[in-house]
Every structure is written in structure tokens, then in C-alpha cells.
């Protein structure tokens, strides 16, 4: 079993930052893409920050400039620096990872979520 899990979530005031933490844990051999989604309200969920197998990182328009996703492969975590917080930034982040087996084809794993409010 594989188990997904983010923390770092929290209140924090515009202009702040906060680093969100994605640990994988479980029967895997490795990290091989991952992404950081958010949701809030009745929103449709939407695409924060993504990394590839090639090391290209791609980022919402609402987030370049700010936002850095990382990974620490050693450490099965997966990261996301959030600087220069915005309220519209309020929402849950939720990671989700693409698994590199030995013995099945690769596969997708998502956490339950933190939740990260931006407010004054």
C-alpha cells in the first residue's frame, strides 16, 4: 500500500509564506511526476505546480513567479514554497504523485489534503 500525505498548511497574512510538504510512504520504488492541486468553495480543482521526470516544471499563471515546486527523491517528499501569499491563494492543496513500480505499471496516487487560508 501506498499512503500520501501533505502538512504545512495554516492560517497565514498576505504576503507571507508557507512550505507545503507531500511525504510518500509505502510499497514504491520511486517518485516519478508530481503535482500540487488546490481547491476552493464550489471551484473545480485546478493545476498549482507540476514537475516532470526531466526536471521541467510547469506552474498556473496565478502562481509563476511565486510558487516553487521541489522534491527531496531521498526523503519520498515532495515540496511546494509558497511566497508572496494572496487571499485568492486560500484553498486546499492536495499532491498528487505518479509511482514508478518494479512489478506494475506506473500509477497515481493522491493525499487528502491541507488546508491553506490567506487573511488578514
Known amino acids: 500500500q501506498v499512503q500520501v500525505a501533505e502538512s504545512g498548511g495554516g492560517f497565514v497574512q498576505p504576503g507571507g509564506s508557507l512550505i507545503l510538504s507531500c511525504l510518500v510512504s509505502?510499497?514504491?520504488?520511486?517518485?516519478?511526476?508530481a503535482a500540487w492541486y488546490r481547491q476552493s468553495g464550489g471551484s473545480q480543482r485546478e493545476l498549482v505546480a507540476g514537475?516532470?521526470?526531466?526536471?521541467?516544471?510547469n506552474y498556473a499563471d496565478s502562481v509563476k513567479g511565486r510558487f516553487t515546486i521541489s522534491r527531496d527523491n531521498a526523503r519520498n517528499t515532495v515540496y511546494l514554497q509558497m511566497n508572496s501569499l494572496q487571499t485568492t491563494d486560500t484553498a486546499t492543496y492536495s499532491c498528487?504523485?505518479?509511482?514508478?513500480?518494479?512489478?506494475?505499471?506506473?500509477?497515481?496516487?493522491w493525499g487528502q489534503g491541507t488546508q491553506v487560508t490567506v487573511s488578514s
Open positions: 498528487k504523485v505518479e509511482l514508478q513500480d518494479l512489478t506494475r505499471p506506473r500509477f497515481w496516487r
Open positions: 509505502g510499497r514504491f520504488y520511486y517518485i516519478y511526476t
Open positions: 514537475d516532470s521526470d526531466s526536471g521541467v516544471s
